[in-house]
């Protein structure tokens, strides 16, 4: 037996992921013939447990320090370790009779990285071995994609320009482990993603997986909806994010991390998931936001903290803070229409997505090779109001929050009732002045997972929306963390029309209602 690892602690400890033991739903059934225990030498065998493989070697049996492998186990009276099946990344059998499986390794401070387990074995039970191989990655990868095609952007100036580092160190061996297809492109310039998404060969490419902060799936999504065949580009292609900048929510919400190992871990497992993109129209101009749009205290925190990048997340807690304890507002008009108008039908409308079991295939329609964007229902902000729209005043409005996805930040569930593709976008209210202690605790709130149920949080479900900020010649309006011109806009919700890759195929990885 042959582990190639070179660390100082039990490969086959579960590493503690999130949802890292739990198994995936099958894709197909494990072959028929397929046992479930291959013997691999008279005193070594591994065997498909429930929901992990389990290695039963005698040779581990009192072994210490390197003596096995260079590998120091837990104790010296176990002879079996057990992988879960979420961390197996390959397996594989040559025609020399060698067995090799690969496993995402958990190390100190939660990273993962690649690991193997090698056997010799009998030439003649090459069929034998091949159905139990199959077998073993039908229960790893269950109704997700193996060696998915993968196109690797790297922002090398988002956050602290770290991004190559993090792919080259934490990203590549895993994904290279799993035997994923890969074409990396380092980004050049602002606005480099749209164009690359928008000239990509659809059908050359599976993921578009962008290694940097939210900034560059900003960027592929939109330059996928300027393609003539947006629509079915936008279904076929699912953007994923590895952590790689300051700003890492559509990590948190999908792969349930912003450790960069453990992305790639979470994108290499992923199921195809349908996601609700928003149409902004603003000016004369149609943008795609897939994560956010804020007006207020969250937008002047996101954008006017700039010269606080070196505090990482913690410089949106800081610019939060000092806006509440000076009570500012941002008046404006708002009008909404609105699915979902109190909490209690909010609650009750995740609650029965969450109750559904994981998905297991994308059965969305392929649009035709023509179809663009779709037509906006409500036009756009420089049409008149919508006869059901009421423009109302908000005179004292302190944060107008608007998201298609929970987290915004590691400790900021902003969202909590927010599910991938329900046609909605979720919106919140809070006006200015309130005392400065609820505003702070507001903030504390929302660290706490308590942010929902507050009673001066106006928590509502909306398909669309048109805001109109006044009183300000100039200030701060965000979109996923992008600044626009501070004027009027809409928004329209397209329910499923984007791809990205999650662990259930249907939830965000945050805590709900």
């Not at 190559?164 to 606005?191: F, M, W």
């Not at 979902?340 to 609650?351: I, P």
């Not at 392929?366 to 109001?385: A, E, F, M, Q, W």
């Not at 919106?427 to 309130?434: A, F, M, S, T, Y």
Request: hydrophobic residues 35%.
């Amino acid at each position: 037996m042959t582990m190639e690892l070179g660390v100082d602690q039990d490969p086959f400890k579960d590493p503690s992921l999130d949802g890292a033991s739990t198994p995936l739903p099958p894709s197909q059934p494990p072959p028929h013939d397929a046992p479930d225990t291959l013997a691999v030498g008279r005193t070594a065998s591994l065997t498909l447990g429930t929901d992990s493989l389990v290695v039963l070697d005698e040779a581990l049996l009192g072994s210490k320090g390197a003596a096995c492998c260079g590998v120091q186990f837990a104790g010296k009276s176990k002879t079996t370790r057990s992988i879960p099946f979420y961390n197996i990344l390959w397996a594989e059998h040559d025609g020399d009779g060698d067995i090799t499986i690969q496993y995402a390794h958990g190390e100190p401070k939660t990273n993962v990285r690649p690991a193997i387990i090698t056997y010799k074995l009998d030439k003649s039970e090459g069929k034998l071995v091949d159905a139990w191989i199959e077998s073993l990655l039908v229960r790893a990868y269950g109704a997700s994609q193996r060696q998915k095609r993968v196109k690797v952007l790297i922002n090398p100036f988002g956050g602290q320009g770290t991004a190559q580092k993090i792919y080259n160190k934490h990203i590549a061996p895993i994904l290279a482990a799993s035997r994923c297809e890969l074409d990396v492109e380092v980004t050049k310039y602002s606005g480099h993603g749209v164009e690359i998404a928008q000239n990509l060969d659809i059908e050359a490419y599976d993921v578009v997986a962008c290694c940097s902060g939210d900034g560059i799936p900003h960027e592929v999504w939109n330059g996928l909806s300027k393609r003539p065949d947006a629509a079915r580009a936008l279904h076929k292609m699912a953007v994923a994010q590895l952590p790689g900048g300051s700003g890492n929510a559509m990590s948190l919400n999908f792969n349930g991390t912003i450790n960069p190992s453990q992305a790639a871990l979470a994108m290499v497992k992923g199921l195809r998931t349908p996601v609700d993109l928003t149409s902004i129209t603003q000016g004369d101009t149609r943008t795609i936001s897939f994560l956010s749009q804020s007006v207020g205290i969250v937008a002047e925190t996101d954008l006017g903290t700039e010269n606080m990048r070196w505090m990482g997340s913690a410089r949106f807690t800081m610019g939060i803070l000092i806006r509440l304890i000076t009570q500012t507002i941002y008046p404006a008009d708002i009008a909404v229409k609105v699915e979902y108008d109190t909490k209690a039908a909010v609650r009750e409308a995740y609650r029965a997505e969450a109750s559904k079991s994981p998905r297991e295939k994308d059965d969305r329609p392929l649009p035709r090779i023509d179809s663009g964007l779709p037509p906006l229902k409500h036009g756009t902000v420089n049409d008149p109001l919508p006869e059901s729209w009421t423009l109302v005043p908000h005179d004292k409005l302190g944060n107008f929050y608007a998201g298609n996805q929970s987290y915004m930040s590691p400790d900021a569930n902003f969202f909590p009732a927010a599910l991938p593709s329900d046609g909605c976008i979720d919106l919140v209210r809070i006006r200015g002045d309130i005392r400065r202690h609820t505003a702070i605790g507001t903030l504390l709130a929302v660290a706490k997972d308590e942010f929902f149920e507050l009673p001066h949080v106006d928590y509502q479900k909306v398909s669309a929306y048109r805001i109109i900020p006044r009183d300000q010649k100039d200030g701060y309006i965000s979109i996923d963390g992008e600044k626009v011109p501070f004027a009027p806009f809409q928004a329209e919700v397209h329910r499923g029309l984007g791809t990205a890759l999650s662990k259930s195929g249907h939830l965000y990885e945050a805590k709900g209602v």
